[in-house]
């Protein structure tokens, strides 16, 4: 059974930019959600997806955006690129609500 | 708001000791608690509690939760190099069906041959 798959695993991109991340979860998961880490944060909820809807968001800012397809892929999506956007973003799937999530490789963003 | 506090934040042993891992929390409205290794990218789930004073074990390592004191602990025995990672044990709460987890700043094991 595939596990989430994550792309691209890397990206680099320069400031003003935007960017585009895909997940697709676990085959028959149908949460996705999305996580950013740094060093100095660590992991910081973005916002979860359940059957194409969002259901909560974590503290960003409007830049910040994502969605689902109905075959419950995800995208996140990041506008006018900040240095400080540069970080590992992650995203977990699940198969319904509270059971246990887990997480793809990671895309690897540096903002330059 | 939510709050996952981890301690110690970092931690040296030799292998062969046997260590504990403490995570407190504060939540609104508890739904469950996980455990998660991570060692370069992505954490890799360990356990996922929901109900106090069931212990959880897979091999050395081994997780129970207090519901009341609001706390859980992961064990780790007999420790090996391949056990140094970040460990991490992210939060389940607030309402409305949101699965989004809550996570504090981890505990880095480093494990001494």
Redesign the interface.
């Known amino acids: 059974k595939a596990g989430?798959t994550q792309t691209p695993r890397y990206l680099i991109k320069t400031r003003g930019q935007q960017v585009t991340l895909s997940c697709s979860p676990i085959s028959g998961h149908r949460?996705v959600?999305w996580?950013q880490q740094t060093p100095g944060q660590?992991?910081?909820?973005l916002?979860?997806y359940?059957s194409e809807t969002q259901?909560?968001k974590?503290n960003f800012p409007g830049r910040f955006s994502g969605r689902q397809f109905s075959n419950s892929r995800s995208e996140m999506n990041v506008s006018t690129l900040e240095l400080g956007d540069s970080a590992?973003y992650?995203c977990?799937s699940?198969s319904a609500?509270?059971?246990?999530?887990?997480?793809?490789?990671?895309t690897r963003l540096t903002v330059v | 708001e939510d709050k996952v506090v981890q301690s110690p934040l970092s931690l040296v042993v030799h292998e062969g000791d046997t260590v504990t891992l403490n995570c407190s929390y504060e939540v609104t409205n508890f739904?469950?608690l996980?455990w998660?290794k991570q060692e370069k990218?992505?954490?890799?789930?360990l356990f996922?509690l929901?109900s106090s004073g069931i212990e959880k074990k897979s091999g050395r390592l081994s997780s129970i939760l207090d519901k009341k004191e609001l706390f859980s602990i992961l064990n780790i025995t007999a420790t090996q190099t391949g056990d140094s990672a970040v460990y991490?044990c992210?939060l389940?709460g607030?309402g409305?069906?949101?699965?989004?987890?809550?996570?504090?700043?981890?505990t880095h094991l480093i494990i001494q041959p």
């Open positions: 989430v949460s959600s996580y660590g992991l910081q909820f916002f979860e359940f259901r909560n974590g590992l992650l977990a699940s609500q509270n059971t246990e999530a887990f997480f793809g490789q990671g | 739904r469950s996980l998660y990218k992505a954490p890799t789930f996922m929901t991490l992210p389940r607030s409305g069906g949101a699965d989004g987890l809550t996570f504090g700043k981890g």
